[in-house]
């Protein structure tokens, strides 16, 4: 759970960092699982060309069929993820999902989520974006929530996050002005949140060794269009 300054901090700023976030277990557990999807993708194509450095476990086609159930009820996701490793899914739902139940202050879903890996080396970069700004305009209804966790220490030589804390707490989201970056350096199984207004960036990895992080989303609520659901939906209830 986080703590009433966490939280503070996160309404305010637009992220907060929790340090020590995952055990050493969990870190295993996520590097695992990673590992086996990369590896995957890499049979298909080269990692930053073909996947844009983005590796979702239900969308890098590593599983055969996906019920349509593991998009929406705890019981099938939980199942469904248990074929690629058995641990992430439960630790997904239950140590995120309920912080993001925090900082969004409702009920909240399983939205997407992704490793974002960064090979040894790779000018692979990602510019200043708004998380929120990649769902049309009748899809923001509902906030969101991004926890980038890096299973790698991270520093701005090798890609980490950089934020751009909001100017002003009244309006979160909203810029005027050119971005003002805080370089966000941490160690293994440390959490990034942010809101999906706050406007962010991350460099070239330019280390020896691939840069791997875990990044679940959630919402408020499902989000949708005219062809249903855009991603997933997963509830997160008390555990």
């Known amino acids: 759970m986080l703590t009433a300054a966490q939280v503070d901090a996160f309404?305010?700023?637009g992220y907060v960092v929790v340090r020590e976030f995952l055990s050493a277990l969990e870190i295993a557990s996520y590097t695992e699982e990673?590992?086996?999807?990369?590896?995957?993708?890499?049979?298909?194509g080269d990692i930053v060309s073909k996947w844009g450095c983005v590796v979702e476990p239900f969308g890098c086609g590593y599983l055969d069929s996906i019920p349509p159930l593991a998009r929406t009820t705890q019981t099938s996701y939980i199942a469904t993820r248990a074929q690629i490793t058995p641990a992430p899914a439960l630790c997904t739902l239950s140590k995120y999902g309920l912080c993001a139940r925090q900082l969004l202050e409702s009920s909240v879903v399983l939205l997407n989520e992704q490793y974002v890996v960064k090979p040894p080396r790779s000018e692979a970069a990602f510019d200043w974006?708004?998380?929120?700004?990649?769902?049309?305009?009748?899809?923001?209804e509902h906030r969101m929530v991004s926890v980038w966790t890096p299973l790698c220490d991270v520093r701005e030589e090798n890609g980490t996050v950089l934020v751009d804390p909001y100017p002003d707490p009244t309006r979160p989201g909203v810029y005027t002005r050119e971005?003002?970056?805080?370089v966000v350096e941490m160690s293994a199984g440390c959490a990034l949140f942010m809101d999906g207004r706050l406007r962010h960036c991350?460099?070239?990895?330019?280390?020896?060794?691939?840069?791997?992080?875990?990044?679940?989303?959630f919402s408020s609520g499902q989000v949708?269009?005219?062809?249903?659901?855009?991603?997933?939906?997963?509830?997160?209830?008390?555990?």
């Open 179 to 182: 971005p003002e970056p805080v």
């Open 224 to 239: 949708s269009d005219d062809n249903g659901l855009t991603a997933l939906a997963v509830p997160v209830n008390s555990f």
């Open 11 to 13: 309404h305010t700023r």
């Open 129 to 140: 974006h708004q998380d929120v700004l990649y769902f049309k305009d009748e899809q923001r």
């Open 34 to 44: 990673a590992e086996v999807l990369v590896n995957h993708c890499y049979e298909q």
């Open 202 to 217: 991350s460099g070239a990895n330019t280390s020896n060794v691939f840069r791997t992080a875990y990044m679940p989303q």
